[in-house]
């Protein structure tokens, strides 16, 4: 049997370049997609197995050529990733018309082209698709009017992917994570922050990259096979709990 083909956009760092390691253990092959060249060929340089290809997924002609190439090198795709996306966080009335797209560009119209262009292969081997959405797209949060926004749209895309694309043997899955222990984000929230997180999670912690890839490598894996157009929260809890939860844990 020919070796399964998975791409992966925002493949250069994190949860995408957690996700193209757990593929490759797999013994899957990789197309890493991603637009930052440099970190892309320092990411994929250490990789077997992988293709890295320097592409914006908000451009619609680079996401045709970018696939275009894929299927001239492994003349097929099993499952794509849509996990690159990008964060600008601000006050509602700060949010300018340009920061609005700027962030809808990319979360939004990218899974939406990366996907489309990608149909035709994914109905030749019946593969799946997962797009990876955000808490912030299940629950409203302070200064993230653009982005919650548009990983909700993530999220509907999802369900209409799974609706239409179905009766091709196409699944569609979505995973929200919650707070990660990226190296970003450890840069940027305080003490503070983390402590105020740590407080609303269930699990009491941050996820791994690698906690979620195992969420990721599931879906488009065939013992998802009867699995489509679910929205799954790698989130420790955080979703499902609330506002609340720290005053009514018991304390030993």
């Known amino acids: 049997m020919a070796q399964k083909l998975a791409l992966v956009t925002g493949a250069a760092r994190g949860i ?3 996700t193209t390691k757990l593929f490759l253990q797999n013994l899957w092959q990789v197309a890493m997609i991603d637009r930052d060249a440099e ?17 914006d997924v908000s451009d619609p002609d680079q996401v045709d050529d970018m696939v275009k190439a894929v299927m001239s090198k492994f003349g097929r795709i099993d499952a794509v990733v849509n ?3 990008i964060a600008e966080f601000g006050p509602i009335e700060q949010h300018d018309f340009a920061v609005w797209r700027r962030v809808m560009e990319t979360n939004l119209d990218g899974v939406f082209l990366v996907s489309q262009a990608s149909i035709p292969a994914l109905r030749e081997s019946r593969g799946a698709i997962v797009n990876i959405a955000s808490i912030s797209g299940l629950r409203a949060s302070t200064l993230r009017v653009a982005y919650g926004t548009s990983k909700a749209g993530v999220i509907h895309l999802t ?3 799974a609706a239409e694309l179905g009766e ?16 970003l984000a450890m840069a ?10 740590h407080d609303a999670i269930p699990l009491n912690r941050y996820g791994s990259e690698e906690e979620i890839a195992q969420v990721i490598f599931f879906l488009c894996s065939d013992k998802a096979s009867y699995v489509t157009g679910q929205v799954i929260a790698s989130d420790g809890g955080f979703e499902c709990t609330g506002v609340g939860l720290p005053a009514l844990r018991k304390s030993d």
């Open 16 to 18: 995408g370049l957690a």
């Open 83 to 85: 996990n690159a996306g």
């Open 159 to 161: 369900k209409q992917q």
């Open 188 to 197: 940027v929230h305080t003490p503070e922050i983390i402590a105020a997180y």
């Open 39 to 55: 970190a892309l060929s320092q990411a994929a340089s250490s990789l077997d197995g992988t293709m890295p290809i320097v592409a």
């Open 168 to 183: 091709y043997g196409i699944r569609a899955n979505c995973v929200c994570p919650g707070p990660v222990r990226t190296k």
